[in-house]
């Protein structure tokens, strides 16, 4: 059965984990980095993601995209400062879904939040498929604790649009939790602050023998260690008395104040060089910066704190997760807040993916870690629907336990009314206005009877991924009314579709090359594995399956010096059918060795696991 | 749990539990209207022990919850999303002993009308008292909140044992909570602890 992976798709960066002989563990890229940067970069010949896309974007700025987390699932009238903020030039028609314009020569095309991150996905895909001989079963893919409806959903999107077949959408703080608690055993009530690039959650979890309970979560969807880097580069900026920044001037000092911030958590003072002028930044410097944004985080943690009806009293640890909490003064800001030492054993890049991993491998249903967890995650934000005046009224309140439902009756105002329409909300504040659009959703087909009549029950139901899905049903002729859902912002239904066909006749006219390339790593990639494990465990080899796995070989050798595309990704298949039993001999063993109590990073390394011999 | 009824499982056809068929352990069905006892098998009583609740409640979702169902049939996810709601519901009524008290008496966790019963006019004419004498002497009006909300919950301690003991009944219940969550606009009333 193919693995299931899980998946942190980060603002700033990317991972992707697997559960292996019991262990989870990320991916590496060949040089042994499990981190892909999330940049994109759309060129004439291709798409450029990851450490080149990032380190280039000074280069090719019209066409780069970096933080694109930021605008999934918002409106283009929220958008507008964060895209003045990273100099992307959007559509300033669309009033609905947000669209980036890349620039590059000739080229301009206009790509969605959703086809940004989707490109990411892509990357980390072809990672699992590499490491795990074939594609991956399912994906959990982690999304801020806070994210509302529709960052949701556009991540969803996203998934879909790179062919992942998502099995659960994940909360990042929880996630972590399930690292952390998997990894101490502890029990009790903890904090997990999630200070990422973009980011920023809180959330508060009890941990009772195998129930993980969400209490409460808060955050700020628009907070994180790209403020420090804003901070730190308008700092530069006045410092040597510039007014106004072009936009490659203006990426390549985000991209040093980025650098010196991480030179920072270190040393005491460093240096930022902008052309030929060089600013000298102290950390205490620094440390002023970024206090107002840590002050901002402080006001959330309390809200958790009482939304868990906890004192920090109550609070048995504090772990830290995300890039950002390297820096110490978030560290001290953190003990500060709860009166403890923050608990930072496990590597804050990683333990969200790790987390996503771990649950992944619980949703095969035959876990090897835990297979009685049970993880009861919340809402963040209340969901409710506008009524007369503009006011809201909630129906389901934040930091409910979901899945959750509730349902509310309405009637007509009109005799032989046959439509209701109704706006639903989420967020916190009084006024519709103040809060999240999430759609209007129109009532059809009600029966015409008179003014008061009609009662139409209309149901909403929170999926485990926070996801809303609403049914109406008439309660006198037991008509399922019709819904049509408009969302606010974001892509329709259509849309998606449209993207997925795109994506696929592209693929079949223009980028052949691409594809030719594609098919040659990732057939290099398997020949790599099959060659090392067949040398590594030739004793495991039966009848003449050494014979017929280098007849295959030889033929893929040659359909890849001859370039054929299609031979390639045939041979490749095959290449994997036919060392599908000979890998699985190599699986039980692993799992016996495993069991024998030696370590199983050992036992992976000299398996010529690929990917966790990397480790 | 209620004792498994001689319902057949939809999926296995053997004889089913109410919410988790034993044999193949599909979800079954979830009820229309569902009530909270009934759902986590607890007798219907005001005086609950909230760890009876959480026990129930964890024992059913950890049959029941999606993460359960995943890869499964569609119909059974969507019976385990429907199930774990319920399950979330029932506990969140029998964990809040104004819910729990509100359903006892009406069969209803949440206020029937919009706005809530109307309150009869000596309780608002004593308000309306309190109020102009808060505007005179700021600071009047907190103690006297929480001591009212102190008696008003004594009082519905005094009826649920009445009732419990097979005497009295429960109609004043819901008048009683609605000058709860009026007086809780006064925000002194110290939140219930279980």
């Not at chain 1, 999630?194 to 409460?216: H, N, P, R, Y």
């Not at chain 2, 049939?73 to 029932?90: C, F, G, K, P």
Request: glycine content about 8%; charged content about 25%.
């Amino acid at each position: 059965m193919a693995a299931n992976i899980g998946i942190d798709l980060g603002t700033t960066h990317s991972l992707v984990a697997v559960v292996i002989g019991g262990k989870a563990r990320c991916l590496l890229d060949e040089t042994g980095d499990p981190l892909v940067p999330s940049a994109v970069r759309y060129a004439p010949d291709g798409v450029v993601v990851g450490r080149d896309a990032r380190d280039r974007a000074s280069e090719f700025t019209g066409s780069t995209f970096t933080s694109v987390k930021r605008f999934m699932g918002r409106a283009p009238q929220d958008c507008s400062s964060d895209a003045a903020l990273f100099r992307y030039e959007m559509d300033p028609d669309d009033e609905r879904v947000v669209r980036l314009i890349a620039r590059q020569g000739e080229l301009v095309r206009t790509v969605t939040p959703v086809e940004v991150s989707s490109e990411i996905l892509k990357v980390l895909r072809a990672r699992a498929v590499e490491v795990l001989f074939g594609e991956p079963g399912g994906a959990v893919i982690t999304v801020p604790a806070y994210f509302d409806d529709a960052q949701r959903q556009a991540t969803r999107d996203a998934a879909r649009l790179a062919g992942l077949e998502v099995l659960r959408l994940l909360n990042e703080p929880t996630a972590a939790a399930i690292a952390y608690g998997l990894d101490t055993r502890g029990s009790g009530r903890f904090v997990v602050y999630d200070l990422g690039g973009g980011t920023f959650d809180v959330s508060i979890l009890e941990l009772d023998g195998d129930v993980f309970q969400v209490l409460a979560t808060a955050g700020d969807t628009h907070l994180g260690g790209d403020d420090f880097d804003q901070a730190l580069a308008e700092f530069v900026r006045t410092q040597l008395g510039l007014s106004e920044l072009d936009d490659a001037t203006h990426r390549g000092l985000l991209l040093a104040a980025e650098a010196a911030k991480r030179r920072l958590s270190e040393l005491d003072v460093t240096e930022i060089r902008l052309g030929d002028a060089v600013v000298s930044v102290t950390r205490s410097q620094f440390e002023a910066l970024i206090m107002p944004v840590l002050q901002r985080t402080s006001a959330a943690c309390r809200q958790a704190l009482a939304d868990a009806k906890l004192g920090r009293d109550g609070i048995d640890a504090v772990v830290l997760v995300g890039g950002s909490t390297r820096t110490p003064l978030v560290r001290r800001h953190v003990e500060e807040l709860f009166g403890r030492a923050p608990y930072c054993d496990l590597n804050p890049d990683e333990v969200v993916a790790l987390g996503a991993a771990m649950q992944a491998d619980i949703l095969t249903g035959n876990s090897s870690l835990a297979d009685d967890l049970l993880l009861l995650d919340v809402i963040p934000l209340s969901l409710g629907l506008e009524v007369m005046g503009g006011v809201v009224e909630r129906f389901i309140p934040r930091c409910s336990t979901i899945p959750v439902s509730a349902s509310q009756t309405f009637t007509t105002h009109v005799d032989g009314q046959t439509a209701v329409d109704l706006h639903v909300l989420q967020g916190d504040r009084e006024l519709a206005k103040d809060n999240r659009s999430l759609g209007r959703f129109v009532l059809r087909g009600l029966p015409p009877l008179p003014a008061g009549v009609p009662r139409v029950k209309v149901s909403f139901l929170v999926d485990a991924d926070g996801i809303l899905q609403v049914s109406a049903r008439e309660e006198h002729t037991g008509i399922e009314a019709r819904i049509d859902v408009k969302p606010s912002y974001g892509l329709t239904e259509e849309e998606i579709e449209q993207m997925l066909e795109d994506a696929i006749e592209h693929a079949e006219t223009d980028v052949d090359d691409r594809m030719l390339i594609e098919a040659r790593v990732e057939a290099e990639g398997i020949l790599a594995a099959v060659q090392k494990a067949t040398s590594v465990d030739s004793g495991l080899l039966q009848g003449d399956e050494a014979s017929q796995i280098r007849a295959v070989i030889a033929d893929l050798q040659a359909a890849m010096d001859e370039g054929n595309r299609r031979k390639i990704q045939d041979l490749s298949h095959a290449l994997d059918a036919v060392t599908a039993p000979f890998a699985q001999r190599r699986i039980e063993r692993d799992l016996s060795l495993a069991l024998t109590g030696r370590d199983a990073n050992t036992v992976a390394i000299e398996l010529g696991i690929p990917g966790a011999a990397r480790v | 749990m209620p004792e498994a009824e001689n319902l057949a499982c939809w999926k296995c056809h053997e004889r089913a539990g109410v919410a988790v068929c034993v044999s193949c352990g599909a979800p079954q069905p979830p009820p229309p209207s569902p009530d909270p006892f009934a759902v986590l098998g607890l007798t219907p009583r005001f005086f609950l022990d909230p760890t009876l609740v959480d026990e129930a409640y964890k024992r059913l979702t950890r049959k029941l919850h999606p993460d359960r169902f995943s890869g499964k049939a569609a119909v059974e996810r969507r019976m385990s999303l429907q199930w774990t709601a319920i399950l979330n519901d029932a506990r969140r009524v029998l964990r809040d002993p104004d819910r729990r008290a509100r359903w006892l008496a009406t069969g209803s966790a949440e206020v029937r009308e919009r706005g809530g019963p109307r309150l009869d006019t000596p309780f608002l004419q004593q308000m309306f008292t309190w109020r102009e004498e808060e505007e005179e002497d700021p600071g009047v009006i907190a103690p006297r909140a929480q001591a009212l909300a102190a008696s008003i919950r004594a009082e519905l301690d005094a009826l649920f044992r009445a009732w419990e003991a097979g005497q009295g009944e429960l109609s004043l219940v819901e008048d009683r909570l609605a000058r709860l969550k009026y007086l809780d606009g006064f925000a002194v009333v110290p939140p219930q602890k279980e």
